[in-house]
């Protein structure tokens, strides 16, 4: 594999002349280079007011060994095991509950008053900061969850919870044949009347027509498993080729099979690149596309999606990186001063795209390394990070932001980052999906690689193999080239399904679930409501109020909670709930 710095320019700066020579140190600091360096210089290119001179180079370089080492982990200040009952009891299918609260406002955020039907507003929030818009991300993201409480609803509910994910699919599909879209199905934003959006904006933004296509996928499974028409299914969410006004997700479909290696901006929409987050949601969209076409009996499709769905497999294990031991969150120059390399939207992606195929599932050890890393991010960043502990001594989970570096706090981008309530509660959902990941496949396995995860997570029970000890797999040792990061994974130690350490394994995770969101549930306001942010040094509310995002991120991680503790009825008892 080739790991070569895949970046054509790098910008200099001038330093310092130096003494006694009248030669000059440039520097570059703003360059995303690769553990194996750069391979070579082709011309210098110096371009002043008045003058613009170039000169050939072709000079082969020979690679030095990276200085970087990877960041270190602290000793945990607590071991949370367990689920706890503050959370049960806040995340309760029942009036009152901060679940019940959440669900109510996310439906209150689908077609608002005057709004097309269909459309999903980001938050009812018209200026400072104006979010009175339908993003596709968003309102993907939050059918996502109607289609859960769709499938779990009793059967005289799921009418209306039915309409809405039709009325979500035909306004997707009016977006797409909508002439002047400037850059194709990866428009990120509408206006609330499904008009585009055309003030400049990062655009194109290619996750959103996977994710898009995901929520309804996911519905049209549920639909047809619940005794629905399929040809229903065809007409008015699958088939655009014949329904071009109602159905979206074949044209979305087949725009990302051909457009996903394009580069385009990401999530959090501020750099064109090759982002993780969008090629992970694009894989799995492809991977359902290939199955709902061959349920559907168009074979030839299937054929295709699944075709850009394995060649976009391979190129997504090239976002690790061995040095840092992290899953980058992009391929590209580093831009916004984003050198930690650590971004939450590496979890937001296996939450959103993984696909069940074992690429990059929640129970990797490079993701548990990722997750490991991404938790301790924020450390030095935030006053609150400091605050371990509830008013009952019960411990708080590290408060996660977008990143490190983020300038953006809701309002402006000339400040500085806050933690997100969605950010947070995606470490809760992933250490639950961990522990289901695990759970069902009945042993855990130690590597080299999540070692560090397993020791801050749960440093009670030992990370290589002792005498005596859980059945262990035999230790071997060699050293890691970039060329084997992929295959071979040093094996330190399994523990199965009948084992203790087992046992503690899983209960740290689901203690460190409910320590995410009890950060949450700390930093959430009397009333109940979500904010986009809280503030970094004081924990108030920031940014826009009821961002519809939020709502939908704790929902799905209470999905993921009571999957976790075999609470089969939760998402039925939610949906049965009368707003
Ligand atoms: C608004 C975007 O939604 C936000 O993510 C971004 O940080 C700012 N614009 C700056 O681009
Ligand atoms: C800013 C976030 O960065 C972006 O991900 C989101 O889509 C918009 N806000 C709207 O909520």
Redesign the pocket.
């Known amino acids: 594999m080739d790991l070569s710095t895949p970046l054509s320019v790098i910008q200099l700066g001038y330093d310092s002349s130096i003494v006694g020579t009248n030669w000059e140190l440039w520097t570059s600091n703003n360059s995303y280079i690769n553990s194996d360096g750069i391979t070579r210089l082709t011309s210098l290119t110096y371009r002043a007011t008045d003058v613009t001179y170039t000169e050939q180079l072709n000079v082969t370089v020979v690679a030095s060994d990276p200085t970087l080492t990877t960041s270190t982990i602290p000793v945990p200040y607590a071991t949370p095991t367990g689920f706890s009952n503050d959370i049960s009891t806040w995340l309760a299918p029942k009036a009152g509950s901060e679940a019940a609260l959440a669900k109510s406002k996310l439906f209150t955020n689908i077609e608002v008053p005057d709004a097309a039907k269909g459309t999903v507003i ?2 009812q929030s018209y200026s400072h900061p104006d ?1 009175a818009y339908h ?1 596709v ?2 309102a993907s993201l939050t059918m996502d969850v109607v289609q859960s409480i769709y499938a779990a609803a009793p059967g005289n509910m799921k009418l209306k919870y039915a309409n809405l994910l039709f009325g979500y699919a035909a306004a997707r599909a009016q977006e797409q044949t909508q002439s002047s879209l400037e850059t194709g199905l990866g428009e ?1 934003k509408f206006n609330l009347d499904n008009s585009i959006f055309t003030a400049s904006w990062g655009r194109p933004q290619n996750d959103g027509p996977a994710t898009a296509a995901i929520a309804l996928m996911e519905f049209a499974n549920a639909y047809i498993a619940a005794g629905g028409s399929v040809s229903e299914i065809r007409t008015r969410v699958y088939d655009s080729a014949t329904h071009p006004d109602q159905a979206p997700v074949l044209k979305d479909l087949l725009f990302v099979a051909r457009y996903w290696s394009a580069p385009s901006f990401d ?3 501020e750099e064109s690149a090759d982002h993780f987050y969008t090629r992970i949601v694009q894989h799995r969209a492809l991977v359902m596309g290939a199955a709902l076409a061959r349920l559907l009996g168009d074979s030839e499709i299937a054929e295709i999606l699944s075709k850009e769905a394995s060649a976009m497999a391979r190129t997504l294990t090239q976002f690790w990186d061995p040095v840092r031991q992290i899953l980058l969150y992009e391929y590209g120059p580093v831009v916004h001063g984003k050198y930690s390399y650590i971004d939450v939207a590496v979890i937001l992606g296996v939450i959103h795209g993984y696909a069940g195929d074992g690429l990059y599932s929640f129970t990797d050890d490079q993701l548990l390394s990722s997750a490991v890393r991404i938790s301790m991010g924020f450390n030095q960043v935030f006053g609150i990070s400091s605050i371990h502990a509830d008013n009952e001594g019960r411990a708080l989970g590290p408060p996660i932001g ?1 990143y490190p570096e983020d300038t ?1 706090d809701g309002l402006t981008t000339s400040a500085l980052g806050n933690p997100w309530y969605l950010a947070t509660i995606s470490m809760a959902e992933f250490m639950y999906r961990a522990a289901l990941g695990f759970k069902k496949a009945g042993s855990i396995t130690i590597t080299a690689t999540s070692e560090p995860f397993w020791s801050y997570f749960a440093p009670q029970v030992p990370t290589h193999s002792q005498i005596d000890n859980a059945k262990s797999v035999p230790f071997w040792w060699f050293i890691a080239t970039p060329e084997q990061n992929d295959s071979v994974r040093l094996h330190l130690i399994t523990y199965d399904s009948d084992s203790i350490e087992f046992s503690i394994l899983i209960a740290a995770l689901e203690g460190w679930g409910d320590a995410f969101l009890r950060t949450v549930k700390y930093y959430t306001p009397e009333d109940g409501r979500l904010a ?1 942010e809280f503030n970094r040094d004081t924990g108030a509310p920031q940014g ?1 109020a009821d ?3 939020s709502y939908a991120s704790l929902l799905t991680a209470a999905f993921a909670r009571a999957e976790a503790m075999g609470d089969a009825g939760y998402v039925e008892q939610l949906a049965a709930l009368i707003d």
């Open positions: 980001a938050a979010y993003w991300r968003d990120p999530l959090w929409e977008r953006y986009e826009a961002l519809t995002w």
